[in-house]
Antibody, heavy 121, light 109 residues
């Protein structure tokens, strides 16, 4: 059974960079059929797509966050990561990592449990 | 890309049906048959319930069904059960973008 687990600091100061890692177990991140994505959810609000990365390094970013987001992948550790720069209180959210079936079909089928990141001084 | 529009809330009694709409544009919902629906219980991660407009992943009850007409997709939950009370989000492929709906809270009366 595929499992994803987010990890990283729960508190980030304004103007700094938020960094999270997603560790994939029970399957290989190097499958050509899938992308790996990040989604966030501010407290009490809806879901927002952040971006996708393929093990080859190909990326897609949300237009609204593109200037601040960087995704990377480490196939040797079966992990992928998110960096969000110049954070403000508006970036406070639960951040989810998920597997994206992006080959001729498009949906997130496996999700991590989510991790709350608070932006505050 | 703006969020897809869903009603904030919907409700029904046990055994009844509830239908949730999801309105987008020709650039997302109307342009592709790649609408998905996710169920989210409080404090939990979203769970995929429907993909490609009307397909159900293994393990999802057939009480859940999806459809689409033009720029509007719909999720119907038939034979409502207490455990169906949750937030529901639609989503759509939109080329190099991916957009979620605003979310609908379903209450089982």
């Amino acid at each position: 059974q595929l499992q994803l687990q987010e990890s990283g600091p729960g508190l980030v100061k304004p103007s700094e960079t938020l960094s999270l890692t997603c560790t994939v177990s029970g399957g290989s991140i190097s499958s050509s059929s899938y992308y790996w994505g990040w989604i966030r959810q501010p407290p009490g609000k809806g879901l927002e797509w952040i971006g996708l990365i393929h093990y080859s390094g190909r990326t897609y970013y949300s237009p609204s966050l593109k200037s601040r987001v960087t995704l990377s992948v480490d196939t040797s550790k079966n992990q992928f990561s998110l960096k969000l720069s110049s954070v403000t209180a508006a970036d406070t959210a639960v951040y989810y990592c998920a597997r994206y079936s992006g080959y001729k079909t498009y949906y997130f089928d496996y999700w991590g449990q989510g991790t709350l990141v608070t932006v505050s001084s | 890309q703006s969020a897809l529009t869903q009603p904030p809330s919907a409700s029904g009694s046990p055994g009844q049906s509830v239908t949730i709409s999801c309105t987008g544009t020709s650039s997302d919902v109307g342009g592709y048959n790649y609408v998905s629906w996710y169920q989210q219980h409080p404090g939990k991660a979203p769970k995929l319930m429907i993909y490609e407009v009307s397909k159900r992943p293994s393990g999802v009850p057939d009480r859940f069904s999806g459809s689409k007409s033009g720029n509007t997709a719909s999720l119907t939950v038939s034979g409502l059960q207490a455990e169906d009370e949750a937030d529901y989000y639609c989503s759509s492929y939109a080329g190099s973008d991916y957009v979620f709906g605003t979310g609908t809270k379903v209450t089982v009366l």
